[in-house]
């Protein structure tokens, strides 16, 4: 099984957010695949991105 991710947001997973509310595909596909984003991951309030 892979390591557990840290559960603390990254620039780049805010990055990630911003990307879908604007409905940026190709800036999403483009975070998506730089090494360590993991987007399952929580927010402080329990929600997924």
């Not at 390591?3 to 620039?11: F, I, R, V, Y």
């Not at 509310?21 to 329990?46: C, I, M």
Request: hydrophobic content about 35%; overall charge neutral.
């Amino acid at each position: 099984l892979a390591s557990l991710q840290s559960q603390d947001w990254t620039k780049n997973d805010e990055k990630l957010l911003q990307a879908v509310d604007y409905n940026d595909a190709g800036r999403v596909t483009s975070l998506l695949v730089r090494k360590g984003l993991v987007p399952t991951k929580l927010d402080s309030e329990g929600k997924s991105a």
